[in-house]
């Protein structure tokens, strides 16, 4: 399976400011259709996931345009640019492209 | 509207038996890869099982493999996960989710596998 890890565990921002989530794949993420299958996933607290960004960089409708992700290959990264009080949640990646689909073990992003 | 709300979690001792359903509103629910994932409470997400459009092709992870069924009603609009031999370790809130991005999740359900 392909072991997707983040960094960092837990990530204590001042509002207003940025932030920054790394999520690296054992493999590639590349897939033969062309695409680079790598989700970001919101979940609040008490809420189920919600998804924000799919193959790597397109927004949800409905996510706000302070979320942006960007990366490729092996190494992808979620920045808010500045952080708002609901934004506060744990944040998770997933790969889409390899069987079984396998998710990063959560950053948790709190206010300082 | 665009919903999926899952049922069918209880608590049930080891080695027996659970049905969750997922029902589906507001979409062309067969249209629609459907997937099953499964969260230990403050602990992270993991996938379970994935049904294509149609039901022609059905995954699961190795963790539930042989002991799990997925299947999909689609004159209901409902996604279906058969569990056997229930484990302590199935113990989680799981989570129907559409399409093969799951761009889609429900609330969950509680299953709690326990003597």
């Known amino acids: 399976d392909v072991v997707v890890t983040q960094s960092p565990l837990s990530l204590p921002v001042t509002l207003g400011q940025p932030a920054s989530i790394s999520c690296r794949s054992s493999?590639?993420?590349?897939?033969?259709?062309?695409?680079?299958?790598l989700n970001w996933f919101q979940q609040r607290p008490g809420q189920s996931p919600r998804r924000l960004i799919y193959?790597?960089?397109y927004r949800d409708s409905g996510v706000p345009d302070r979320f942006n992700g960007s990366g490729s290959d092996t190494d992808f990264t979620l920045k808010i640019n500045r952080v708002e009080a609901e934004d506060v949640g744990i944040y998770y990646c997933?790969?889409?492209?390899?069987?079984?689909?396998?998710f990063g073990g959560g950053t948790k992003v709190e206010i300082k | 509207e665009v919903q999926l709300v899952e049922s069918g979690g209880d608590l049930v001792q080891p080695g027996g038996s659970l049905r969750l359903s997922c029902a589906a509103s507001?979409?062309?629910?067969?249209?629609?890869?459907m997937h099953w994932v499964r969260q230990v409470p403050g602990m992270g997400l993991e996938w379970v099982s994935r049904?294509?459009?149609?039901?022609?092709?059905?995954t699961y992870a190795d963790s539930v493999k042989g002991r799990f069924t997925l299947s999909r009603d689609s004159a209901r609009n409902t996604l279906y996960l058969q569990m056997n031999s229930l484990r302590a370790d199935d113990t989680a809130i799981y989570y129907c989710?559409?399409?093969?991005?799951?761009?889609?999740w429900g609330q969950g359900t509680t299953v709690t596998v326990s003597s």
């Open positions: 507001g979409f062309t629910f067969n249209t629609y890869w």
């Open positions: 049904l294509s459009p149609h039901g022609s092709s059905i």
């Open positions: 493999q590639s993420l590349a897939h033969s259709d062309e695409n680079t299958y």
């Open positions: 989710a559409r399409g093969y991005g799951l761009d889609l």
């Open positions: 997933m790969q889409g492209t390899h069987w079984p689909f396998t």
């Open positions: 193959k790597v960089s």
